[in-house]
């Protein structure tokens, strides 16, 4: 059964919004990848430098497939590699080269995007019922601590986010370790 608070949040995304919703570790701001004012109102409200890029998150890496370059799958078009594979779902980003529908809002200044298969339920089932991946950046202004609650959200973004899911962060207590997907180098652990 689906929570009516992730349904909502589902069709505001789907609408062009921006929304709040528990993840692993944190609260993310998250909104449709394709749309590029809502990319742009998380850039603002983040105080983020937009070199940097944005985590797209994703309930199964299908979600994910238009956003990457069809160069980094298996001969199938869809498997992941194993070393990937092995690491999702759960908190484990990947950097993979990006495709032509990753914006460069979504990339920053890079040719790879990040992406990651969440094991969070609440987060997944939001990506579902969206039918898409998520933006998944941490709910908090640049150089700030991750907030953890959706009170915490709510009075630091007030009216700025259109929806907060009601909801528990996972048991992380650090963000997603990301990884390069060449070389699998650890960039942040």
Known sequence: MNS??????AEIVRAGGVVAYPTESCFGLGCDPRNSAALRRILHMKRRAP????ILIADCYERLLPFLEAGDLNSDGKKLPARIAE?????NTWLLPAGA???HR???????????VTAHRDAA?????????????????AGRRALR????VRREFGGEVDYIVEGRIGGASAPSTIRD?????????
């Not at 009516?4 to 949040?9: G, M, Q």
């Open 51 to 54: 070199e940097k890029g944005l």
């Open 106 to 116: 979504l990339r920053g200044a890079h040719s790879k995007l990040a992406v990651r």
């Open 101 to 103: 529908r990753a914006s």
């Open 87 to 91: 690491t999702w779902p759960g908190p």
């Open 181 to 189: 997907g060449e070389s699998g180098r650890v960039l942040r652990a």
């Open 125 to 141: 089932q939001l990506c579902k019922l969206a039918r898409m991946p998520l933006v998944s950046t941490s709910a908090n202004r």
């Open 149 to 152: 609650d959706a009170g915490a």
């Open 4 to 9: 009516p608070s992730l349904t909502r949040a």
